[in-house]
């Protein structure tokens, strides 16, 4: 693909988080951008804003004149999107260039020195915190995020002079094949998306083929103890990471007065008093993973240490949206059982003495049909859950698929409720709440500034 060539680009599905990126990237180039999505959102509203021409009909008369060449005109498509979809269907048979969203980025990011954070869960946060330490430092970076930066308010980060680009690397629909990285993070190996690849051992497989497609001369920074046999082309280096093992790792953490620090234990020279700007226990293994990508891409010790401290978090992700001495509310993207299960010890490790309440809306029911038990396990390190309807995505109901099975194995004793997620604000309005998280990767998301509204009257 000639990028220089192509005069517009049309997205289907443009609202995603990942599409997003690349919308404003080719708007940075001063391509005419349009594209479809299914609903309207604050980041599409914001994506209009930045010039692009999105449109919520899918009817094919709904296109823009601007995208009716089909010589001049990229079309690209995210994976969740169903292979019969009617603009689809009609670009295909009317000889427009269709790419996948993961081509794309690996088209655009194969000339650089990709730094890259793969895994089951943690990736999203990894990828921004890398991109916080270089875009801050001297090195600088390119950036496609699977989540907003706080401290940029966008998915997005450019720069005219680094030599790498960051990149969150997705396994769904084997995404991350595209890739070919510089130095990657693996975070996590937990089975997931079963509906595509059908065995953990296939799960488990994409990953080795993946650090197959690492530069000679480049980084596996993988987490310590994860399942994962990699294979590393001649010349790769193979290191480990977690909070207490591995070549790097965290030591003296101090957890206190709502900060934390820690002391980080690397091969590439140690760095003390790192403080987090998001403290939150799980952000240790986080940030000591970014870390480690940014000491091999040649960030000074001084450098990581004043990013990791200036550092403002991801868009729910561990997004604190109430923190007061009587109230806390956190919106957290959590929708796997063991990110959730870290979400909550991380907000146990905070708020020791206070009750814990959390709203869960399930993702996807083949995830709920393969991991029903886990997440019932997971939800029940809480003293209180809400549990609503499965948020169904690019699914079709399973039958004997509900949220129902989750609730049915929580541990007896803890409170709970099942409820329809239109219920939720009515619900709060006589619930006794001290600490409260939203989790999951549906739009319970919508109704956190309602929720806000109903807390703070009691602040």
Same mark, same amino acid.
């Given at each position: 693909?000639?990028?220089?060539?192509?005069?517009?680009?049309?997205?289907?599905?443009?609202?995603?988080?990942?599409?997003?990126?690349?919308? &404003? %990237?080719?708007?940075?180039? #001063?391509?005419?951008?349009?594209?479809?999505?299914?609903?309207?959102?604050?980041?599409?509203?914001?994506? *209009?804003?930045?010039?692009?021409?999105?449109?919520?009909?899918? &009817?094919?008369?709904?296109?823009?004149?601007?995208?009716?060449?089909?010589?001049?005109?990229?079309?690209?498509?995210?994976?969740?999107?169903?292979?019969?979809?009617?603009?689809?269907?009609?670009? /295909?048979?009317?000889?427009?260039?269709?790419?996948? /969203?993961?081509?794309?980025?690996?088209?655009?990011?194969?000339?650089?020195? #990709?730094?890259?954070?793969?895994?089951?869960?943690?990736?999203?946060?990894?990828?921004?915190?890398?991109?916080?330490?270089?875009?801050?430092?001297?090195?600088?970076?390119?950036?496609?995020?699977?989540?907003?930066?706080?401290?940029?308010?966008?998915?997005?980060?450019?720069?005219?002079?680094?030599?790498?680009?960051?990149?969150?690397?997705?396994? +769904?629909?084997?995404?991350?094949?595209?890739?070919?990285?510089?130095?990657?993070?693996?975070?996590?190996?937990?089975?997931?998306?079963?509906?595509?690849?059908?065995?953990?051992?296939?799960?488990?497989?994409?990953?080795?083929?993946?650090?197959?497609?690492?530069?000679?001369?480049? +980084?596996?920074?993988?987490?310590?103890?994860?399942?994962?046999?990699?294979?590393?082309?001649?010349?790769?280096?193979?290191?480990?990471?977690?909070?207490?093992?591995?070549?790097?790792?965290?030591?003296? @953490?101090? *957890?206190?007065?709502?900060? *934390?620090?820690?002391? %980080?234990?690397?091969?590439?020279?140690?760095?003390?008093?790192?403080?987090?700007?998001?403290?939150?226990?799980?952000?240790?293994?986080?940030?000591?993973?970014?870390?480690?990508?940014?000491?091999?891409?040649?960030?000074?010790?001084?450098?990581?240490?004043?990013?990791?401290?200036?550092? /403002?978090?991801?868009? &729910?992700?561990?997004? +604190?949206? @109430?923190?007061?001495?009587?109230?806390?509310?956190?919106?957290?993207?959590?929708?796997?059982?063991?990110? *959730?299960?870290?979400?909550?010890?991380?907000?146990?490790?905070?708020?020791?003495?206070?009750?814990?309440?959390?709203?869960?809306?399930?993702?996807?029911?083949?995830?709920?049909?393969?991991?029903?038990?886990?997440?019932?396990?997971?939800?029940?390190?809480?003293?209180?859950?809400?549990?609503?309807?499965?948020?169904?995505?690019?699914?079709?109901?399973?039958?004997?698929?509900?949220?129902?099975?989750?609730?049915?194995?929580?541990?007896? #004793? @803890?409170?709970?409720?099942?409820?329809?997620?239109?219920?939720?604000?009515?619900?709060?309005?006589?619930?006794?709440?001290?600490?409260?998280?939203?989790?999951?990767?549906?739009?319970?998301?919508?109704?956190?500034?309602? @929720?806000?509204?109903?807390?703070?009257?009691?602040?």
């Amino acid at each position: 693909m000639d990028v220089n060539s192509l005069k517009a680009v049309y997205f289907i599905g443009a609202g995603g988080i990942g599409m997003s990126a690349l919308v &404003r %990237y080719f708007l940075s180039k #001063g391509m005419k951008v349009g594209g479809y999505d299914r609903t309207p959102s604050d980041l599409t509203q914001k994506l *209009i804003e930045e010039g692009a021409q999105i449109y919520y009909d899918e &009817r094919v008369e709904s296109i823009p004149t601007d995208f009716l060449d089909a010589t001049s005109t990229l079309i690209v498509y995210t994976a969740a999107m169903p292979n019969d979809h009617v603009l689809l269907q009609y670009f /295909r048979n009317h000889g427009y260039t269709i790419y996948k /969203r993961a081509q794309v980025l690996g088209m655009l990011t194969h000339s650089s020195k #990709g730094l890259c954070a793969a895994g089951t869960h943690g990736k999203t946060t990894t990828s921004t915190m890398t991109a916080h330490l270089l875009h801050q430092s001297k090195v600088g970076c390119d950036a496609f995020l699977g989540g907003i930066s706080k401290n940029y308010g966008t998915n997005l980060l450019l720069s005219d002079t680094s030599e790498y680009v960051v990149i969150e690397a997705d396994e +769904f629909d084997r995404s991350f094949h595209w890739l070919t990285p510089y130095a990657t993070i693996i975070t996590a190996t937990d089975a997931d998306h079963l509906d595509i690849y059908g065995t953990e051992e296939a799960y488990l497989e994409s990953f080795s083929h993946y650090t197959s497609l690492i530069q000679p001369g480049g +980084f596996l920074i993988m987490r310590h103890g994860i399942n994962l046999q990699p294979r590393l082309q001649e010349g790769v280096k193979l290191y480990t990471y977690s909070t207490e093992e591995g070549d790097f790792h965290a030591e003296n @953490i101090r *957890i206190g007065g709502g900060e *934390i620090l820690f002391d %980080y234990i690397s091969p590439l020279g140690n760095i003390q008093d790192v403080q987090l700007g998001v403290p939150v226990a799980i952000n240790i293994e986080n940030g000591i993973a970014a870390m480690a990508l940014a000491q091999v891409s040649g960030v000074t010790n001084e450098e990581i240490k004043a990013g990791m401290a200036s550092f /403002r978090g991801v868009d &729910r992700r561990f997004d +604190f949206k @109430i923190k007061t001495d009587k109230m806390v509310y956190l919106s957290d993207y959590a929708h796997h059982p063991e990110e *959730i299960k870290q979400s909550i010890l991380s907000m146990r490790a905070l708020y020791k003495d206070k009750k814990l309440t959390a709203i869960f809306q399930p993702h996807l029911y083949t995830r709920t049909r393969d991991f029903y038990q886990e997440f019932a396990e997971s939800l029940s390190l809480l003293d209180e859950v809400i549990i609503t309807e499965i948020y169904p995505a690019r699914e079709l109901p399973i039958e004997g698929v509900s949220s129902q099975l989750i609730y049915d194995h929580l541990r007896p #004793g @803890i409170e709970k409720t099942l409820c329809k997620k239109e219920d939720i604000l009515e619900l709060l309005k006589n619930k006794d709440i001290e600490v409260l998280m939203t989790l999951g990767a549906g739009d319970v998301e919508n109704y956190v500034p309602q @929720i806000c509204e109903i807390l703070n009257k009691r602040c």
